[in-house]
């Protein structure tokens, strides 16, 4: 075989993050359904006249040609499938898809392959672009994301002693990675408090397809409450808060 088809390979990809790279050249953040989350050297991309630049924006997903490289592969050629132009259209829509990449970037390490949480980024940032309901959206995806990198919530039985949930109030542990019932939830322990409508959505966006789980509608305070609680036990799982789940609560608190 030709040694050198072997040093290129093309890959569908979003756009997770990118930044500077040495005089002209951008390093960016790829998520690819068969190559996983990788790092390349786009070279040239910051000069102006440069028209691969405008096919590496953030969040856009698109279809790459990449050459292997020793440190760094090397993208020769992009080419945008989706812009996603109304999301960008309003700081929140952006704030949104960023922190939908951000949580792909910080929860999957390098080289990692994982097609449904590549679909997943995919339709939700489809959806953010589409008009669907966005907080629910965004609910959906935090919920489906946690599951499907291992860190989902246990909310049908007390994570300490064993006992299933009685239709109820009960508290969250991010320590526990779930509901703790109301007969061990005892002062020491670092609890949230759990509404049993809280509890009730979360399980329903754990469970239902996106067909069904679109037509949620949440009263304002149940909606800040599942809302905290996922940015919480995320930042919890993650060891530290998402940037931009901390700019989005920011630009949120106007209008609330
Ligand atoms: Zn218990």
């Known amino acids: 075989m030709n040694e050198h088809r072997l040093r290129i390979y ?6 997770l993050a990118r930044r500077d790279w040495g005089e002209a050249d951008r390093l960016v953040t ?11 050297v786009a070279p040239g991309a910051r000069k102006p006249q440069t028209r691969k630049s405008g096919h590496l924006e953030l969040f856009t997903r698109g279809h790459f040609v990449l050459a292997k490289g020793r440190t760094f592969d090397k993208i020769t050629q992009a080419h ?9 259209s309003d700081l929140q829509g952006v704030a949104r898809a960023a ?3 951000e949580l792909v970037d910080r929860f999957v390490p390098e080289g990692d392959t994982h097609p449904p949480l590549y679909d997943l980024l995919a339709r939700t940032l489809e959806r953010l672009d589409a008009g669907e309901p966005p907080d629910v959206t965004m609910l959906f995806y935090q919920v489906r994301l946690l599951a499907l990198v291992g860190f989902a919530p246990n909310l049908t039985t007390c994570v300490l002693c064993g006992q299933p949930l009685m239709p109820a109030d009960h508290a969250f542990s991010h320590d526990e990675g779930g509901v703790v019932c109301m007969s061990c939830a005892t002062p020491g322990l670092r609890l949230r408090p759990l509404p049993l409508p809280a509890l009730k959505v979360l399980r329903f966006l754990q469970a239902a397809a996106w067909p069904t789980a679109r037509r949620l509608r949440l009263d304002p305070f149940t909606r800040r409450h599942v809302t905290a609680l996922l940015h919480q036990y995320t930042a919890h ?3 530290r808060e998402p940037r931009s789940a901390r700019f989005l609560r920011e630009i949120s608190a106007h209008d609330r």
């Open 237 to 239: 799982v993650l060891e």
């Open 10 to 15: 093309r890959t569908e990809g979003v756009v």
């Open 80 to 88: 945008t499938e989706a812009y996603y132009p109304r999301l960008r």
């Open 30 to 40: 790829l998520f690819s359904p068969s190559h996983g989350k990788l790092r390349a």
């Open 99 to 101: 922190l939908a990449c």
